[in-house]
Nanobody
């Protein structure tokens, strides 16, 4: 069973930076996984923020964070990071880490518990 633990959230002012971490454990290897950050603001649906393929390191971003956020991974620590710069009040949300892998015809998704990010204006 894969376990994901997020950390690094907090309360910051607009324009500040935060780095979120997602520590993964429980898998034999994460090379077959695609890791992603999602966020959910109050009253809104959960939305994709950024993703990274563990094996190749290829990345993808939502338009709303492109150029401000950077996703990366540390293979030795089984940890994925989300560096968030130039934060805006609209970035306020609970941020979740997701690990996805496909085995044959089956897709497996694992989620962390979330970490709160609050950006004041």
């Amino acid at each position: 069973q894969v376990r994901l633990v997020e950390s690094g959230g907090g309360l910051v002012q607009a324009g500040a930076s935060l780095r979120l971490s997602c520590a993964a454990s429980g898998g034999r290897t994460f090379n077959s996984y695609v890791m992603a950050w999602f966020r959910q603001a109050p009253g809104k649906e959960r939305e994709f923020v950024a993703g990274i393929t563990w094996s190749s390191g290829s990345t993808d971003y939502s338009d709303s964070v492109k150029g401000r956020f950077t996703i990366s991974r540390d293979n030795a620590k089984n940890t994925v990071y989300l560096q968030m710069n130039s934060l805006k009040p609209e970035d306020t949300a609970v941020y979740y880490c997701r690990a996805r892998t496909v085995v044959g015809a089956l897709r497996y998704d694992y989620w962390g518990q979330g970490t709160q990010v609050t950006v004041s204006s």
